[in-house]
């Protein structure tokens, strides 16, 4: 699809352009957000058609972006967008400015996924493994390996550049964008921090479970759910009691999806995490699970999770040995009592909040939709 000209050229559409994207009371929440990541999509589409940057010798750099860009469930832009219904009606610009989130996660998981030496990403091998692949075709001189890592965290950075560029062109005011960016720099901020300490989280050390928790929280849970919320609500110009409920619930929700993530990481499939099954306990990550599991089990337990864990390398047979000990010491049941705690803790907090029914209902859905997947 070629589009002449960008969509920061054109006057936003009118609300009646989001075809009801504040659903009416009985219309499912599931409903609503699918909606909302296909616009986001859409505008996502419409975007990397005016901004492609063709193969680079022969590499198709803009097929590989599309991979990271274009196929999660769109949960950041989801909540920023909401967070901006919380104080202000439908508007197109605000899902092109919420859609810029999206960049901004495929910044993170691209690095993330050179960091981590993962394999896989959205069920196709990970960007540096498929630059790598391509070198090796070519011929080219060089490590291949080498170039392969540096060629997605390349790729990393344009779309950091993108997803600025996206927000600055959606059409929001400069008021609004004024409230935004200094939010958006202490989130960017936050994520390379959380990651920064993740880098040194290692389940061979035993950290403790709060200490997981709070590099999970800035990494990740933080990033997902608090500050696009957040984002949201300050374009929006929300009071301050509403604001800080948003925050508070975010806070919640977030540490929830984070929660149900390490326990994906640990027993979820590929077909479900679009990841490799044995991801996390391969790369020896002190998850949530894993440190939780280690303080429930009994001595015989806890030593042979200490062996395993301790392992150069961890192979599948380990993996599978580790899974079954694991949901042995209750320590899966365990994070999901912690999960419906928080789930109930931000629902009170949206019920005391002062807030339309119609973005109550929103947010409670929205709760109950990124801490409830299936293994």
């Not at 075809?19 to 505008?43: C, F, H, K």
């Not at 680079?56 to 991979?67: L, M, S, Y």
């Not at 080498?146 to 927000?167: H, N, P, Q, Y």
Request: a neutral charge; charged letters at 25%.
């Amino acid at each position: 699809m070629s589009i002449a000209t960008s969509r920061s050229d054109r006057t936003p559409g009118p609300a009646a352009e989001l075809g009801g994207l504040l659903p009416s009371a009985t219309e499912p929440v599931g409903r609503w957000s699918a909606a909302v990541r296909s616009r986001v999509l859409g505008e996502l589409e419409v975007f990397l058609d005016c901004n492609r940057i063709g193969p680079v010798h022969g590499i198709a750099v803009d097929d590989i972006a599309r991979q990271y860009i274009g196929g999660g469930k769109c949960l950041r832009s989801t909540f920023m967008y909401l967070g901006w219904l919380c104080g202000a009606a439908p508007e197109a610009a605000a899902v092109r400015a919420a859609a810029g989130l999206e960049l901004l996660h495929a910044f993170a998981l691209l690095q993330d996924d050179v960091m981590d030496a993962a394999e896989v990403r959205r069920g196709e091998p990970a960007a540096h493994i498929r630059f790598t692949a391509r070198h090796r075709r070519i011929r080219m001189p060089s490590a291949a390996a080498r170039f392969g890592e540096s060629a997605a965290t390349l790729l990393a950075d344009i779309c950091l550049v993108w997803a600025e560029k996206m927000l600055r062109e959606s059409g929001i005011t400069r008021d609004a964008l004024d409230r935004v960016w200094p939010r958006y720099d202490a989130m960017r901020v936050e994520l390379a921090l959380g990651q920064f300490a993740d880098l040194l989280n290692d389940a061979r050390t035993e950290p403790e479970l709060g200490a997981v928790l709070a590099v999970a929280r800035a990494k990740s849970g933080n990033y997902t759910v608090r500050r696009p919320l957040e984002l949201g609500a300050a374009m929006a110009g929300c009071d301050d009691g509403v604001f800080a409920a948003l925050s508070r619930y975010g806070h919640m929700v977030g540490e929830a999806f984070q929660l149900r993530d390490d326990i994906l990481g640990v027993f979820g499939t590929t077909a479900v995490t679009g990841k490799t099954s044995d991801s996390d306990l391969g790369q020896h990550k002190a998850t949530t699970v894993v440190v939780a599991a280690r303080r429930l089990a009994d001595s015989a337990a806890g030593r042979e999770l200490t062996e395993l864990l301790s392992a150069p390398d961890i192979d599948a047979t380990a993996v599978e040995r580790l899974r079954t000990l694991i949901a042995a010491t209750g320590a899966r049941d365990y994070i999901e009592r912690m999960i419906t705690d928080r789930v109930a803790q931000a629902r009170r907090i949206t019920g005391a909040a002062s807030l339309p029914e119609s973005q109550r209902r929103l947010l409670d859905g929205m709760a109950g939709i990124c801490t409830i997947r299936e293994t």
